[in-house]
């Protein structure tokens, strides 16, 4: 019976990260670029009731007397499927069609990744940088900060689909390379990334190193399309679903528990 405590307590337990997780995936249901997690079990320690068991004739049995000790999270996997693309009109505003990431320069100086396009013209001392909602900037295909002097007028500036930047030229009227295009980079494990807050993400040895599009042949490219928002993976129905369940696990652990209890009682009351 105590076995039986302990047992419902790490199943009470488990469910609650479960539904902690359930609540972050709903709360960032709208929020650009989000991916969902999902919650992974497994089963603790076994413990032998038995070593051997013999039949009636003497003979051993295939199976043993085992009894579970609860339940634990193993693991809160992002899951990395493609969001809905949403309309939103402005010029630098970017969904990722495929596995990339936008590279940006974190405060610190290191690299950092995102699946979040909503960018920004944010104005230097000599022209405009590409840079977050928070200020930071987006890296080209070199590393570098993308970046356009006082010269260009930014009402011609466009960006085709591999995240090139054209400028319209005033006397042809035809669209001219500027020789800038955003960097993309893709993980082999993209879920064992660090996660930041702001949407961010970090390299990690779980991870790996970055491969970088455009260097890397045995990449499929991923496509820029200006214009849009890459929306949340998350599906509102298979939460509520997860969300229903999960409770309900967490009151048939809540009442093994009470169970376990009322039959301790019992045991203690004989006289």
Not at 51 to 76: C, F, H, I, M, W
Not at 180 to 208: H, M, T, W
Request: aromatic fraction near 8%; glycine fraction near 10%; proline fraction near 3%.
């Amino acid at each position: 019976m105590v076995r039986a405590l302990w047992t419902g307590a790490s199943g009470m337990n488990a469910q609650q990260v479960s539904l902690d997780n359930i609540a972050n995936n709903l709360a960032n249901v709208n929020t650009t670029g989000y991916k969902k997690q999902t919650t992974e079990f497994s089963s603790l320690l076994y413990q032998k009731l038995q070593r051997k068991q013999y039949d009636n004739n003497g003979e051993p049995k295939p199976v043993l007397a085992q009894v579970g000790t609860g339940v634990r999270v193993s693991a809160l996997t992002s899951v990395y499927t493609q969001g809905i693309m949403q309309e939103t009109g402005k010029d630098y505003d970017f969904c990722i069609e495929g596995e990339g990431m936008f590279r940006i320069q974190m405060p610190d100086g290191t690299e950092g990744y995102t699946r979040n396009g909503a960018f920004q013209m944010a104005i230097d001392g000599d022209g405009v940088t590409l840079a977050t909602a928070d200020g930071y900037p987006v890296l080209d295909r070199e590393g570098q900060i993308i970046h356009l002097g006082e010269e260009y007028n930014l009402s011609k500036v466009s960006v085709d689909v591999y995240g090139r930047f054209n400028y319209v030229d005033d006397e042809t009227g035809s669209p001219v390379g500027l020789g800038i295009q955003i960097g993309l980079v893709q993980f082999n494990n993209p879920a064992g990334l660090d996660k930041l807050s702001d949407s961010y993400f970090r390299e990690s040895d779980n991870s790996g190193t970055p491969r970088y599009e455009l260097d890397d042949p045995a990449l499929i490219a991923s496509k820029v399309h200006s214009g849009y928002l890459e929306g949340s993976n998350v599906q509102t129905v298979d939460e509520i679903v997860n969300l229903i369940t999960t409770q309900r696990a967490y009151e048939m652990n809540s009442k093994v528990i009470t169970a376990a209890d009322e039959m301790m009682q019992q045991a203690n009351n004989l006289r």
